[in-house]
Protein backbone atom coordinates (compact mmCIF):
# COMPACT_ATOMS: atom_id res chain seq x y z
CA UNK A 1 0.00 0.00 0.00
CA UNK A 2 1.60 3.11 -0.90
CA UNK A 3 1.61 6.39 1.13
CA UNK A 4 2.47 10.15 0.47
CA UNK A 5 3.37 12.51 3.22
CA UNK A 6 0.68 15.32 3.79
CA UNK A 7 1.23 17.94 6.44
CA UNK A 8 2.94 15.39 8.39
CA UNK A 9 0.41 12.61 8.12
CA UNK A 10 1.16 9.89 6.04
CA UNK A 11 -2.39 9.05 3.71
CA UNK A 12 -3.15 6.03 1.90
CA UNK A 13 -3.89 5.84 -2.14
CA UNK A 14 -4.32 4.14 -4.94
CA UNK A 15 -4.37 4.98 -8.47
CA UNK A 16 -4.93 3.10 -11.36
CA UNK A 17 -3.86 3.51 -14.67
CA UNK A 18 -6.13 3.41 -17.61
CA UNK A 19 -5.20 0.61 -20.91
CA UNK A 20 -7.13 3.69 -23.02
CA UNK A 21 -7.55 7.66 -23.56
CA UNK A 22 -4.02 8.52 -21.42
CA UNK A 23 -5.65 11.75 -21.84
CA UNK A 24 -8.87 11.75 -19.60
CA UNK A 25 -8.95 13.90 -16.23
CA UNK A 26 -8.26 11.74 -12.98
CA UNK A 27 -11.32 10.37 -10.82
CA UNK A 28 -10.57 11.10 -7.46
CA UNK A 29 -12.98 9.81 -4.94
CA UNK A 30 -13.65 11.09 -1.42
CA UNK A 31 -14.96 8.42 0.99
CA UNK A 32 -17.78 9.94 3.55
CA UNK A 33 -17.31 9.75 7.48
CA UNK A 34 -16.52 6.92 9.43
CA UNK A 35 -15.64 4.86 6.12
CA UNK A 36 -12.45 4.65 4.29
CA UNK A 37 -11.34 4.26 0.49
CA UNK A 38 -12.18 0.56 0.27
CA UNK A 39 -15.86 1.48 -0.84
CA UNK A 40 -14.81 2.73 -3.72
CA UNK A 41 -13.23 -0.60 -5.61
CA UNK A 42 -16.93 -1.86 -6.58
CA UNK A 43 -17.61 1.64 -8.66
CA UNK A 44 -14.13 2.22 -10.01
CA UNK A 45 -14.06 -1.04 -11.79
CA UNK A 46 -16.25 0.57 -14.48
CA UNK A 47 -13.88 3.26 -15.18
CA UNK A 48 -10.58 1.29 -14.93
CA UNK A 49 -10.49 0.77 -18.79
CA UNK A 50 -10.83 4.67 -19.84
CA UNK A 51 -9.70 6.80 -16.58
CA UNK A 52 -6.99 6.93 -14.31
CA UNK A 53 -8.81 6.60 -10.43
CA UNK A 54 -7.55 7.47 -7.16
CA UNK A 55 -9.04 6.71 -3.90
CA UNK A 56 -7.43 7.72 -0.61
CA UNK A 57 -7.87 7.62 2.85
CA UNK A 58 -8.53 10.78 4.63
CA UNK A 59 -6.90 12.16 7.13
CA UNK A 60 -7.37 10.17 10.37
CA UNK A 61 -9.21 7.85 8.91
CA UNK A 62 -8.77 4.28 7.11
CA UNK A 63 -5.04 3.82 7.12
CA UNK A 64 -4.52 7.61 7.01
CA UNK A 65 -3.71 7.68 10.85
CA UNK A 66 -1.68 10.87 12.37
CA UNK A 67 1.42 9.97 13.39
CA UNK A 68 0.49 11.73 16.36
CA UNK A 69 -2.58 11.37 18.02
CA UNK A 70 -2.70 14.04 20.83
CA UNK A 71 -3.30 17.24 19.50
CA UNK A 72 -1.60 19.55 21.84
CA UNK A 73 -4.73 21.85 21.53
CA UNK A 74 -8.33 22.39 20.64
CA UNK A 75 -7.74 24.79 18.47
CA UNK A 76 -5.08 22.58 16.65
CA UNK A 77 -7.36 19.66 16.50
CA UNK A 78 -10.42 22.21 15.34
CA UNK A 79 -8.05 23.36 12.47
CA UNK A 80 -7.35 20.12 11.67
CA UNK A 81 -10.43 18.52 10.52
CA UNK A 82 -12.69 21.08 8.79
CA UNK A 83 -14.11 20.10 5.66
CA UNK A 84 -11.40 23.42 4.09
CA UNK A 85 -8.82 21.95 5.72
CA UNK A 86 -9.82 18.17 4.31
CA UNK A 87 -9.99 19.80 0.86
CA UNK A 88 -6.79 21.25 1.31
CA UNK A 89 -5.13 17.86 2.15
CA UNK A 90 -6.77 16.69 -1.70
CA UNK A 91 -4.88 19.66 -3.41
CA UNK A 92 -1.51 18.86 -1.58
CA UNK A 93 -2.00 15.59 -2.81
CA UNK A 94 -2.98 16.14 -6.65
CA UNK A 95 0.43 18.44 -6.48
CA UNK A 96 1.99 15.77 -5.02
CA UNK A 97 0.84 12.84 -7.41
CA UNK A 98 1.23 16.08 -10.30
CA UNK A 99 -2.22 15.67 -11.41
CA UNK A 100 -3.22 18.68 -13.37
CA UNK A 101 -6.77 17.89 -14.08
CA UNK A 102 -9.33 16.02 -12.08
CA UNK A 103 -12.67 15.06 -11.32
CA UNK A 104 -13.94 15.17 -8.15
CA UNK A 105 -16.63 12.55 -7.09
CA UNK A 106 -17.47 12.48 -3.21
CA UNK A 107 -19.85 10.50 -0.89
CA UNK A 108 -21.65 12.30 1.63
CA UNK A 109 -19.47 14.01 3.82
CA UNK A 110 -17.13 13.75 1.49
CA UNK A 111 -19.09 15.64 -1.13
CA UNK A 112 -18.66 18.36 0.31
CA UNK A 113 -14.69 17.83 0.73
CA UNK A 114 -15.09 17.50 -2.94
CA UNK A 115 -17.51 21.31 -3.17
CA UNK A 116 -14.20 23.27 -1.16
CA UNK A 117 -12.20 21.62 -3.51
CA UNK A 118 -13.49 22.56 -6.59
CA UNK A 119 -13.65 26.02 -4.90
CA UNK A 120 -9.99 26.29 -3.76
CA UNK A 121 -8.37 24.82 -6.93
CA UNK A 122 -10.54 25.21 -9.91
CA UNK A 123 -7.61 25.24 -12.26
CA UNK A 124 -7.41 21.46 -11.23
CA UNK A 125 -10.34 20.56 -11.01
CA UNK A 126 -12.94 20.54 -14.36
CA UNK A 127 -16.30 19.14 -12.07
CA UNK A 128 -17.57 17.55 -9.05
CA UNK A 129 -20.11 14.29 -8.60
CA UNK A 130 -21.95 14.44 -4.99
CA UNK A 131 -23.05 11.01 -3.96
CA UNK A 132 -25.75 10.85 -1.38
CA UNK A 133 -24.57 14.51 -0.35
CA UNK A 134 -26.84 17.15 -0.24
CA UNK A 135 -27.86 19.81 2.70
CA UNK A 136 -27.61 23.96 3.11
CA UNK A 137 -30.59 23.88 5.38
CA UNK A 138 -29.67 23.88 9.13
CA UNK A 139 -31.98 22.37 11.15
CA UNK A 140 -31.11 23.28 15.05
CA UNK A 141 -32.83 20.25 16.70
CA UNK A 142 -32.37 17.34 13.94
CA UNK A 143 -28.49 18.79 13.88
CA UNK A 144 -28.23 18.70 17.86
CA UNK A 145 -29.33 15.27 18.05
CA UNK A 146 -26.91 13.81 14.95
CA UNK A 147 -23.98 15.52 16.39
CA UNK A 148 -25.20 13.83 19.68
CA UNK A 149 -25.54 10.36 18.28
CA UNK A 150 -22.51 10.78 16.21
CA UNK A 151 -20.42 12.05 19.46
CA UNK A 152 -21.64 8.72 21.53
CA UNK A 153 -20.90 6.35 18.60
CA UNK A 154 -17.45 7.45 18.69
CA UNK A 155 -17.04 7.82 22.19
CA UNK A 156 -18.27 4.79 23.58
CA UNK A 157 -17.48 2.16 20.84
CA UNK A 158 -15.72 -0.95 21.75
CA UNK A 159 -12.69 -2.06 20.65
CA UNK A 160 -13.70 -5.96 20.59
CA UNK A 161 -16.80 -4.93 17.94
CA UNK A 162 -15.13 -6.84 15.55
CA UNK A 163 -15.44 -9.90 17.60
CA UNK A 164 -18.93 -10.19 18.14
CA UNK A 165 -20.65 -13.13 16.23
CA UNK A 166 -22.48 -11.54 13.46
CA UNK A 167 -21.82 -8.06 13.65
CA UNK A 168 -21.40 -7.67 10.26
CA UNK A 169 -24.50 -8.26 9.21
CA UNK A 170 -25.84 -6.08 11.24
CA UNK A 171 -23.52 -3.06 9.14
CA UNK A 172 -24.76 -4.35 6.21
CA UNK A 173 -28.40 -3.52 7.01
CA UNK A 174 -27.51 0.20 8.50
CA UNK A 175 -28.12 3.21 5.79
CA UNK A 176 -28.77 0.94 3.12
CA UNK A 177 -32.20 -0.02 1.62
CA UNK A 178 -31.49 -3.68 1.21
CA UNK A 179 -28.60 -5.62 2.80
CA UNK A 180 -24.99 -4.79 1.35
CA UNK A 181 -22.64 -8.08 0.88
CA UNK A 182 -21.39 -9.22 4.75
CA UNK A 183 -18.24 -7.67 3.62
CA UNK A 184 -18.76 -4.68 3.51
CA UNK A 185 -20.69 -4.70 6.98
CA UNK A 186 -17.12 -6.16 7.92
CA UNK A 187 -15.10 -2.86 6.12
CA UNK A 188 -17.46 -0.78 8.15
CA UNK A 189 -16.61 -2.27 11.69
CA UNK A 190 -12.97 -1.88 11.10
CA UNK A 191 -13.45 1.41 9.87
CA UNK A 192 -15.72 2.62 12.66
CA UNK A 193 -12.99 0.99 15.39
CA UNK A 194 -10.19 2.33 13.41
CA UNK A 195 -10.99 5.86 13.02
CA UNK A 196 -9.02 8.46 14.91
CA UNK A 197 -11.12 9.72 17.67
CA UNK A 198 -10.53 13.65 16.85
CA UNK A 199 -10.67 13.29 13.51
CA UNK A 200 -14.03 11.91 13.73
CA UNK A 201 -15.13 14.21 16.15
CA UNK A 202 -13.53 16.85 14.61
CA UNK A 203 -15.07 16.76 11.35
CA UNK A 204 -18.49 15.58 12.47
CA UNK A 205 -18.68 18.93 14.74
CA UNK A 206 -17.22 21.32 12.21
CA UNK A 207 -19.57 19.94 9.23
CA UNK A 208 -22.39 20.59 11.66
CA UNK A 209 -22.50 23.89 12.51
CA UNK A 210 -24.78 26.44 11.80
CA UNK A 211 -21.93 28.59 9.77
CA UNK A 212 -20.43 25.79 7.84
CA UNK A 213 -24.30 24.55 6.40
CA UNK A 214 -25.37 27.57 5.30
CA UNK A 215 -21.82 28.18 3.78
CA UNK A 216 -22.57 25.02 1.36
CA UNK A 217 -24.92 26.66 -1.15
CA UNK A 218 -22.66 29.42 -1.82
CA UNK A 219 -19.88 27.65 -2.82
CA UNK A 220 -22.02 25.42 -5.17
CA UNK A 221 -23.93 28.65 -6.44
CA UNK A 222 -20.02 30.34 -7.00
CA UNK A 223 -18.56 27.20 -8.80
CA UNK A 224 -18.16 27.61 -12.44
CA UNK A 225 -17.52 23.82 -12.84
CA UNK A 226 -20.16 21.54 -13.94
CA UNK A 227 -21.51 20.05 -10.32
CA UNK A 228 -23.83 16.65 -10.18
CA UNK A 229 -26.17 15.68 -7.37
CA UNK A 230 -26.99 11.82 -7.18
CA UNK A 231 -29.60 10.58 -4.71
CA UNK A 232 -30.84 7.63 -3.52
CA UNK A 233 -34.88 7.33 -3.53
CA UNK A 234 -34.57 5.60 -0.13
CA UNK A 235 -31.67 7.45 1.66
CA UNK A 236 -33.14 8.08 5.19
CA UNK A 237 -29.61 9.56 5.96
CA UNK A 238 -29.68 12.50 3.28
CA UNK A 239 -33.22 12.44 1.53
CA UNK A 240 -33.94 13.39 -1.51
CA UNK A 241 -35.14 16.73 -0.98
CA UNK A 242 -31.91 18.02 0.99
CA UNK A 243 -29.98 16.82 -2.32
CA UNK A 244 -32.23 18.60 -4.63
CA UNK A 245 -32.15 22.10 -2.08
CA UNK A 246 -28.19 22.03 -2.67
CA UNK A 247 -28.29 21.33 -6.22
CA UNK A 248 -30.41 24.03 -6.71
CA UNK A 249 -27.85 26.59 -6.31
CA UNK A 250 -25.62 25.46 -8.88
CA UNK A 251 -26.77 26.94 -12.65
CA UNK A 252 -27.23 23.53 -13.78
CA UNK A 253 -30.44 23.03 -11.86
CA UNK A 254 -32.28 25.20 -14.11
CA UNK A 255 -35.45 24.68 -12.25
CA UNK A 256 -35.96 21.15 -13.49
CA UNK A 257 -33.43 19.83 -11.47
CA UNK A 258 -31.01 19.26 -14.46
CA UNK A 259 -28.03 17.97 -12.40
CA UNK A 260 -29.79 15.64 -9.91
CA UNK A 261 -29.84 12.22 -10.75
CA UNK A 262 -32.12 9.66 -8.91
CA UNK A 263 -31.17 6.02 -7.76
CA UNK A 264 -34.28 3.86 -7.39
CA UNK A 265 -34.39 1.37 -4.60
CA UNK A 266 -30.89 3.26 -2.80
CA UNK A 267 -29.98 4.13 0.36
CA UNK A 268 -27.32 5.91 1.36
CA UNK A 269 -24.36 3.88 0.28
CA UNK A 270 -24.76 4.00 -3.26
CA UNK A 271 -21.48 3.43 -4.51
CA UNK A 272 -21.79 -0.29 -2.58
CA UNK A 273 -25.61 -1.00 -3.02
CA UNK A 274 -25.97 -0.14 -6.70
CA UNK A 275 -21.79 0.52 -8.17
CA UNK A 276 -23.16 -0.84 -11.60
CA UNK A 277 -25.80 1.73 -12.19
CA UNK A 278 -23.76 4.23 -10.39
CA UNK A 279 -20.78 3.55 -12.59
CA UNK A 280 -22.66 4.01 -16.24
CA UNK A 281 -24.54 7.49 -15.49
CA UNK A 282 -21.52 8.79 -14.19
CA UNK A 283 -19.54 7.54 -17.27
CA UNK A 284 -22.59 9.24 -19.13
CA UNK A 285 -22.14 12.38 -17.61
CA UNK A 286 -18.32 12.35 -17.92
CA UNK A 287 -18.72 12.05 -21.69
CA UNK A 288 -20.75 14.63 -22.07
CA UNK A 289 -19.36 16.77 -19.96
CA UNK A 290 -16.03 16.16 -21.43
Request: proline content about 6%; hydrophobic content about 40%.
Amino acid sequence: MPTIDILGVPHAYQLTSPTSQASNPVLVFVHGWLLSRQYWHPLIQSFSGDYPCLIYDLRGFGESQPLDNSPSNHEQVSSVYTLEAYAQDLIILLEKLEIKQSWLIGHSLGGSIALWGAKLCPEKVRGVICLNAGGGIYLKEEFERFRQAGQQLVKYRPSWLSSVPLIDILFSRIMVHTPIKRQWGRQRVLDLIRANPEAALGSLLDSTTETEVHQLPQIVSNLSQPVYFFAGDKDTVMEPQYVRYLASFHELFDFQAKNVIDLPNCGHMSMVEQPELLGEKILNLLMTSS
